[in-house]
Each structure stands twice: as structure tokens, then as C-alpha cells.
């Protein structure tokens, strides 16, 4: 089967590789829809420490069951299922608190072991989740990046009536910006440089929209927030820019959520006394999701909480796979969601 590959690092190219063979409690499944993340990307381009070598990369993917296992449950040839691709030991003391996100053994399809950038996978069975008639695989394909939003709000508290920011338009902070919404926040600012994407934002979430890059773009911001500042700040763009406007907007007791990627060894600025003690500011990191934050992803999309179909926006076939790293990478104004379709 041809399937994208990655030897070692920096080694990234399209390959000939065996269709895989399922085990005892696994499912082969045709991958019909395959996403293209940041994380892939880094992975491309050989920045990815956490990838176990040779590997097919892919972990937001979605397709059929081709066969099952001899010991499979659950799930039978033709069944379409979206794929939870942290595969946790279940054994360690994170898995046992349901923190897959921490598991000491963790496993992961598509940098540990192969994903979805092939015809081929296979995945245990108890990380498929069957898909409901009416969404779509393109859909399902963004289940997983649906889920870094819901773990993110989550983690983030919104209460009614908060002043909420939410930093980088990209498929997470603009899927993110969709469900803030439902905590009936008193602001729903969204921040970024892209127009088009901006306009995604209102149009989706109904989210105030500034673009940074334009004249008295902060006046507007603060404007927005009433001059109290932002209660909870969700930074879904991991850049300098990003940290600069959060420590100028963040109110008395603000939550700050990082869930963008900033570059690996990065320091940023600050100071714990005058702006984390005097302002009582609370700074977290947000890695990765937790099981239910992705069946709650699959709730909120079979029930039309959250539109990712407007974020889905270009389809390449696998041998295309260089223009699609291209558009994803290069052209963001017209790309928000890539997939290839093996």
C-alpha cells in the first residue's frame, strides 16, 4: 500500500509499505480522510523528539473497518469509526485517574506507532468509535483537534458572564470559540492577523474579531473589554506576539490556557511578583486531551454544537501529499483544515 513515511528524521517521503496485519484485539481500517496538524509538520521536517522511528505519521484520521482481529468486540467489517489515537497502558497511575495524557507506557498512533497517512491502519478496537449516519468522514477527521478544544475549555472554567479572548484563528481556537460560547460568556473576543479566518470566527461563534495587525487594534481590544481586561485567555497561536498581548490584557485573577506550541526551548518574559502574585494570574499548559473530552467531541459534533465543516477546506490524494504540506503551511489565508485522502 502507499502510505507517507518517515525513516528518520528529516527522512519524510511517499513509500510502498506492507498492508498491516491486526491482532488479536485490533481492526484494520481503510483510512478514508487524514488531517494535517502542526504537529506533522514538525514532524516533516525532523523537530519531533516524542516520534519513535521508522513510523507512518497521521493521528487525526477516520475511516472504515476492513477486517477485525479474533478476539475484536464491538465493532465488525463496513462499521465507520474515528480513531482515538493516545493509546494509554491503562495500568499506570495516570491511566488509572483517566489521565491517558500522562500515561508512563503512553502509545500514540501516528508518532509511536503507524497512523493514518497510509490506506492501511490498524488501532485497537476499543479506540474506535463508530460514527453516527450523518457526520461525515471529513468530519470525523477533525475529532481530534476538536478534542485539544474541548479539553482546553474545559480546563479553562469558563463562568458566566467572563471576559473571554481566545488568541490564533486557527481549526482549534476557531472550533474552541464555538463552544466558549455556550458558558454565555459577557465577551467572546477573537484575536489573530488573517482576515479570513476572523470572519469565520463571527460568522461561526459570533465572536467579536480584532486583527492584530491593523492600526489601534489594542484600543479596540480593550475597548471590547469594557477597559477590565480579559477573565480567561486562551492562546491557541504559541507565538511572542501572543504572549505580549496576554500579559497586557490579562484582568485581576485572569486564566491563562497555552495551548498553542511555542518553540521547543523558547523563553518568554515575565514577572512572578508584580504580574503572577500582585494580579493573582493563573498560568496553565494545556497537553493534549483526556478520553471524554473526545467523546464529548463526537457528542458535540453528531448534535450540530460545533461546525467543523466550514473549516474543512482542502482534500488532496495521497500522491499529492507535498502540495498539501504546502497549502497547510504556506497559504493560511485560504487553508484552515488540509486532508489527504488515501
Not at 99 to 108: F, G, M, P, Q
Request: hydrophobic share 40%; net charge neutral.
Amino acid at each position: 500500500m502507499k502510505a507517507l513515511y518517515t525513516s528518520s528524521p528529516g527522512e519524510y517521503f511517499l513509500a510502498e509499505r506492507p498492508v498491516p496485519i491486526p491482532g488479536p484485539d485490533e481492526a484494520l481500517i481503510k483510512v478514508i480522510r487524514a488531517g494535517i496538524c502542526h504537529t506533522d509538520v514538525i514532524i516533516r521536517a525532523g523537530g519531533a523528539s516524542h516520534v519513535r522511528y521508522p513510523v507512518i505519521p497521521g493521528h487525526e484520521f477516520a475511516g472504515v473497518v476492513e477486517s477485525c482481529g479474533s478476539a475484536s468486540r464491538f465493532v465488525k467489517p463496513g462499521d465507520r469509526v474515528a480513531v482515538h489515537s493516545i493509546l494509554g497502558c491503562g495500568q499506570c497511575p495516570g491511566c488509572r485517574k483517566g489521565d491517558v495524557a500522562t500515561c508512563e507506557n503512553l502509545d500514540e498512533l501516528g508518532s509511536k506507532r503507524d497512523g493514518g497517512f497510509g490506506k492501511y491502519c490498524t488501532a485497537p478496537v476499543r479506540v474506535l468509535y463508530k460514527l453516527p449516519d450523518h457526520v461525515t468522514f471529513e468530519e470525523a477527521a477533525m475529532l481530534e483537534p476538536l478534542a485539544n478544544a474541548v479539553s482546553a475549555l474545559r480546563q479553562a472554567g469558563i463562568r458566566t458572564g467572563d471576559r473571554v479572548v481566545i488568541i490564533g484563528p486557527g481549526p482549534i481556537g476557531l472550533m474552541a470559540a464555538q463552544l466558549a460560547r455556550y458558558s454565555n460568556p459577557l465577551v467572546l473576543a477573537l484575536v489573530g492577523t488573517r482576515d479570513e479566518r476572523l470572519a469565520l470566527g463571527k460568522e461561526l461563534a459570533g465572536a467579536h474579531t480584532v486583527n492584530v495587525t491593523k492600526s489601534g487594534a489594542a484600543a479596540e481590544l480593550k475597548d471590547l473589554l469594557g477597559g477590565k481586561g480579559a477573565d480567561v485567555i486562551l492562546d491557541c497561536a504559541g507565538t511572542p506576539g501572543a504572549w505580549e498581548l496576554m500579559m497586557d490584557i490579562a484582568a485581576f485573577r485572569c486564566r491563562i490556557c497555552i495551548e498553542g506550541a511555542y518553540d521547543v526551548g523558547q523563553m518568554m518574559p515575565i514577572a512572578p511578583y508584580s504580574f503572577l502574585v500582585v494580579r493573582a494570574i493563573t498560568i496553565m499548559g494545556i497537553c493534549g486531551w483526556l478520553t471524554v473530552d473526545f467523546t464529548n467531541a463526537l457528542e458535540y459534533l453528531s448534535r450540530g454544537l460545533v461546525n467543523v465543516k466550514k473549516l474543512h477546506t482542502h482534500t488532496f490524494p495521497l500522491d499529492e501529499w507535498e502540495a498539501a504540506f504546502e497549502m497547510a503551511t504556506k497559504r493560511k489565508s485560504e487553508a484552515v483544515k488540509v486532508e489527504l485522502a488515501p
